[in-house]
């Protein structure tokens, strides 16, 4: 089961990536350059993660696992959250992650993915 402190470390071990909490004290905001692909309220008893996900895969997920749902406060059609309960393994989660990463990096403008991808 991933805890905050693994899911800090998987998202900051990727190329671009910052952490800060742009909105209150309690929202963890990954950012790869100047977008957001991942946050969790690390206050929350259960701990879970909001991460961007390819709509054409958004709901094939929810339907098999229970703990994916549509992103709490963010728009659903791109957006899931996902429950780190122990239900999920590991890599499905590390999986979502990766996801969502490419998916912001890829929207990126050019310039921008260019400075990250030169970052050593």
Known sequence: MINLQQLKNYCLSKKGVC??????DETLVFKVG????ALTNIKDKELKVNLKCDPMMLQDLRREYEAIK???HMNKTHWNTVELDGSLEDKIVEMLIDISYDLVFKGLKKKEREEISKEG
């Open 34 to 37: 100047s977008k957001m692909f």
């Open 70 to 72: 549509p992103g709490y």
């Open 19 to 24: 952490a800060d909490f742009p909105f209150d």
